[in-house]
Nanobody
């Protein structure tokens, strides 16, 4: 069973940056389309960025131009560079495969606050 571990969250001021990482316990994740999801308090978990095995990316309008998803297939890791953070970006961030997702990891908390 694949385990996903998300790291890199923290407390940051509006306009700041963070880089999240997601490590998968098995290499077969490198062939999957992976996504970053987030869940804000009182809201449903939402997909906002994805990257295919070939490196194609897609973003929700809410993060387009500010966030960048990337991956290192040799390490079965997925990254999220977040710039220009806003208060509304406060959430727990998760990664997972888009299709036939694995069990969810613990996520990493991102708090944007002045």
């Amino acid at each position: 069973q694949v385990q996903l571990v998300e790291l890199g969250g923290g407390l940051v001021q509006p306009g700041g940056s963070l880089r999240l990482s997601c490590a998968a316990s098995r290499r077969d994740c490198s062939s999957r389309t992976m996504g970053w999801y987030r869940q804000a308090p009182g809201k449903q978990r939402e997909l906002f960025a994805s990257i295919s095995s070939g490196g194609g990316t897609s973003y929700a309008d809410s993060v387009k131009g500010r966030f960048t998803i990337s991956r290192d297939k040799t390490k079965s890791q997925v990254y999220l560079q977040m710039n220009g953070l806003k208060l509304d970006d406060t959430a727990v961030y998760y990664c997972n495969a888009l299709y036939a997702p694995f069990s969810w990891g613990q996520g990493t908390q991102v708090t944007v606050s002045s």
